[in-house]
């Protein structure tokens, strides 16, 4: 019913900037709680940030809190992930998430319905 379509991902030196895209499918996308995990290779899927659909709170990782920022423009059906001050531990497959309302601060890949294709972030030292 909803498909996520991800975009930004590339290769970047530590201390840069990238900002990754999150195009979502449907009619109620404001009703959608929006998250972003990643995922490096041999590791556990890990949350990263997330949105909450009715009040805008954002809930970010101790590991990414200050660096990161996560957004969304309901207008154009698309969330975003602002990653700044990058870290070579930053390096991984970064995936958009997607559950319809959900509640703040859900942390766990389970609880959410809708995931994208992911997208490569390499951050080299």
């Known amino acids: 019913q909803v498909q996520l379509v991800e975009s930004g991902g590339g290769l970047v030196q530590a201390g840069g900037s990238l900002r990754l895209s999150c195009a979502a499918s449907g009619r109620i996308f404001s009703t959608y709680t929006m998250a972003w995990f990643r995922q490096a290779p041999g590791k556990e899927r890990e949350f990263v940030a997330n949105n909450h659909w009715s009040t805008g709170s954002t809930y970010y990782a101790d590991s990414v809190k200050g660096r990161f920022t996560i957004s969304r423009d309901n207008a154009r059906n698309t969330v975003y992930l602002q990653m700044n001050s990058l870290k070579p531990e930053d390096t991984a497959v970064y995936y958009c998430?997607?559950?319809?309302?959900?509640?703040?601060?859900?942390?766990?890949?389970?609880?959410?319905?809708?995931w994208g294709q992911g997208t490569q972030v390499t951050v080299s030292s």
């Open positions: 998430a997607a559950v319809r309302y959900g509640l703040p601060r859900t942390v766990v890949p389970d609880d959410y319905d809708y």
